[in-house]
Structures are given as C-alpha cells and as structure tokens.
C-alpha cells in the first residue's frame, strides 16, 4: 500500500467514523425520551440511577433540592448517639458521574401533566415523556404543633440534630414524651424503635427517666413480639406505653401533648404527626387513593390512576405496601423497568414482587428485623403477601445487629452508589 492511498484510507475511514456516529449523537440529543424524576430519596435515586444502568441513552434528569440526601433509615442511631449525621448522609455523585443522569438542586412547584412539564420554583420548566414523582411524605397540620420548637425527625437532617440536643439537654428524671400517628405512616416499626432507643440513652445518661409512649394505634403494629419484650422487660421501669390515644393538639411552649386521654407534660416532646403523601402529590391531583392522602397507582408500572404518564413510587403510593425504604428501592426498580419497555412500546412485566425489609435497633448492641415479600396478583391488580414469605424477629440480638448494619450499606449502596 503506497502512503498515498494508506493516509486517504484512514482519512477516509475518519470521516466515516465521522459521518456515521455524528448524526447519531444529534439524534440522540434531540430525540432520546426524557425520564424526570422528582425526589431523591430511597425510592427516586434508585429510580433515577437504574433507568440509566439499564437504557444508558435515556435522558434522566433527577430534581431534588438538597445537596445531599440525609437517611431517615438508621436515624435513631444518632439519637442514642452511636452514629453522626454524616455517617448517614450521602451525594448524588455516582448518579451523576457514573450512571449519566443529569441533577437539578431545585423544588418542583407544580406539574402540568397535559402539557408533560414541570415547573421548578426558579420558573425554569422541564419537559419530560414520562414522570417519576418520588417527593416522600408531608405531615397533617396539628393544631398548635410549631417543628421548630417540637422536632418530629421524621425525615432525618436538622429536626434529627434538633431532638438529639433537646435530649441532651433533658435533666435526669425527666420524661420524653412521643406520639405515634395511625397507620399507614413511614415505617411502621419506626416509632417503636425510637422508644427504645431513647430509653437506652436516657439510662446511660439521664437516670430516672421515662419515655412514655402515646400510640393511636390499638396496639404495637409492626415486631410487636420484639417490641412488646423489649418495653416491659429490656425497658421495664422506663417505657410506659399506651394505646389507643388521640392526639387533639400541642402547646409547644410548655411542651403539653393534649390527646384524649388527658393531657402529658414533656421535657422533650415529640410528636409523629398524621402523614400523606408529598404536597406536589396533592397539589397535581395525583392523591386519588380514597383517604384522600395517597397516590393510586398501577403496580405493574407505579403509573397513576389519575394521570397517565406519572408514575408515583415510595412513601407516596397507595398501593398498600409499606411506607419504607427498602421497598422504595424494589418500587423503583419495578418502576424504571416498566418505563423502558413502555418507552420501548412493549407492555410492563407482569409478575413483579417486591420485598420490604426493616432492621430496628433495640440497643446499642441489639436488633430486631421483619420481612415481607409481595406478588402481583392478576385477580385483584393488587400487590398482596406471598403467603409463608413473612418472618419478624421474636427477641432483639446481636446477630440481628450486625445484619443490620450490613443490610443498611447494601440498601444505600444499591441507591446512592
Ligand atoms: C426512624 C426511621 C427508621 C426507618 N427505618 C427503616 C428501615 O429499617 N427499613 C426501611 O425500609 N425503611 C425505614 N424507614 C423508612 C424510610 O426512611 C422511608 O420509607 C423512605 O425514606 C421513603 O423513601 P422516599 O424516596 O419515598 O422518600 P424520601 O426518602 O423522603 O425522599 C423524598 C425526596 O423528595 C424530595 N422532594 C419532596 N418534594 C419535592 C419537590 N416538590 N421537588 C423536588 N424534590 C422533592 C425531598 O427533598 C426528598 O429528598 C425508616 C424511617 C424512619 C423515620
């Protein structure tokens, strides 16, 4: 081959290459679809990391308003004071950098779901061919209640910083006082867990001192053999619980929970108020569910019932499964894969299961756990308990403790990372 036709071939070549991926990567620049997702918790970045890992040329764009996502899970460790804040805080850097999603820091204020946009608080609007809204939970008013002066940390981050210094700055012998909401709330074992936890620091540290416990609920409802021995055996002489107490109002001043069944005076009062869905959920008439306070959605694809094209995921939906960030994850990966194959013109899968997992630190040395598998069942269009699939823990222990900790770095590996 003569150097002639040697450097016209690899200029030939080159512009071939050329010609053949550049009008590629313009096609793929206009006319990829667009994946929204609105939220980056448990159920969002997972939703938005695994439309990217398993259709790598769909545009994501992720809009969460924080930096970094604080961990609502193993929170109660940071009361009892066995893990810091940053242990439990984490970025959205792989999303971006690894996985090719774009990240936008800014509130949605509002959907138009005709117009497939959103509409962020700068003005700025996103059009989007599917939506994914993954905005957790909001609290019921409460009348009275102010956060800034009784701290639900319900959703980590500075109500979590708030409480643990009111806690500290509790005198010995004095009561903590926390209300739990009726069910369906985030994470049903999560009020229980509390308890015990902050009945474990208050014995470390603040000796004499109770933890009274008002449920709504007519009885513990999540671990309740674990729970139970841990209130009137591990925490006897300091957990007092009751049941079936509706909360009327706070006076957060003197910190007085009013219920009726009397009135509880706290040295720190925490009150687990009502919950729903985010707002944009509310706001976008997406809370179809007949308590007015969810998302109806399919479970073949999270999509709404109310607006084709939307689909709903974690603490938010209403298909009955439970508020928790487990089985957010599994949602959102049932969710990410509908999309695709609707993308794709093909029809969701339709057998998905999803499992939920709850590890509840009891002490500083113990847990307790429960699991639950769920099916997709034809009949019903429902997501129901594969019978025999579950299992909870009868006592806290230690093995349970360092599978706790183990499942957690799993989970927010398999989100964040
Ligand atoms: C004490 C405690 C212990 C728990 N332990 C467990 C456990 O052991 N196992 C388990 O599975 N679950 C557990 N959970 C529950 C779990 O934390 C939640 O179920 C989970 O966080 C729900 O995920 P999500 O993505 O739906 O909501 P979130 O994690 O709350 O994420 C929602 C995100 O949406 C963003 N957002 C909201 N509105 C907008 C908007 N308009 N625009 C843009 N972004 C918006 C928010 O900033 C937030 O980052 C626990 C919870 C608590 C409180």
Not at 9 to 29: D, E, Q, V, Y
Not at 137 to 161: E, M
Not at 210 to 215: A, Q, T
């Amino acid at each position: 081959m003569n150097t002639f036709s040697r450097r016209n071939f690899l200029k030939a070549m080159g512009s071939a290459t050329a010609l053949a991926t550049f009008p590629t990567i313009l096609k793929a620049a206009n006319t990829n679809p667009r994946v929204i997702v609105i939220g980056g918790g448990f159920a969002g970045a997972t939703a938005a990391k695994y439309l990217k890992h398993w259709s790598p040329s769909l545009n994501v764009t992720l809009v969460e308003p924080n930096a970094s996502y604080q961990s609502p899970i193993l929170s109660n460790l940071v009361i009892n004071g066995q893990k810091s804040l940053s242990d439990i805080t984490f970025n959205y850097n792989a999303l971006q950098q690894k996985y090719g999603a774009n990240v936008v820091h800014e509130w949605v204020a509002g959907i138009d779901a005709a117009g497939k946009k959103v509409e962020l608080t700068s003005g700025r609007t996103l059009e989007y061919d599917r939506l994914i809204v993954a905005p957790g939970i909001s609290f019921n008013p409460v009348s009275g209640l102010d956060f800034d002066k009784i701290p639900h940390a319900w959703k980590s981050g500075d109500q979590l910083i708030q409480l643990k210094q009111q806690l500290d700055a509790m005198p010995a012998g004095g009561n903590f006082v926390m209300t739990i909401p009726p069910a369906p709330y985030r994470c049903p074992p999560g009020p229980y867990e509390r308890a015990c936890l902050v009945a474990d620091y208050l014995r470390r540290n603040k000796p004499g001192s109770k933890v009274i416990v008002l449920d709504a609920n007519p009885g513990i409802i999540a671990e309740k053999e674990a729970f139970s021995y841990a209130f009137n055996t591990t925490y006897a002489g300091i957990i007092e619980y009751h049941t079936d107490v509706v909360l009327e109002s706070v006076d957060s001043d003197r910190r007085i929970a009013i219920t009726d069944a009397g009135d509880f005076d706290a040295d720190v009062l925490n009150v687990i108020p009502v919950q729903s869905a985010g707002k944009i959920i509310t706001a976008s008439g997406l809370a179809n569910h007949a308590s007015g306070r969810w998302a109806n959605v399919d479970p073949l694809s999270y999509e709404s019932t109310a607006r084709p094209g939307i689909h709903v995921i974690g603490d938010s939906q209403g298909t009955g499964q439970p508020k928790a960030g487990h089985i957010a994850n599994a949602e959102a990966k049932v969710c990410a894969d509908a999309i695709i194959r609707l993308l794709g013109g093909r029809q969701p899968y339709q057998q998905p299961t999803t499992n939920s997992a709850c590890y509840s630190p009891i002490s500083t040395t113990t847990a307790s756990w429960a699991t639950v598998v769920y099916r997709y069942n034809p009949a019903t269009k429902l997501m129901t308990p594969v019978p025999g699939s579950s299992g909870a823990a009868h006592r806290a222990d230690r093995e349970s403790y360092r599978d706790m900790l183990g499942w957690a770095g799993n989970l927010f590996d398999d989100t964040f990372a």
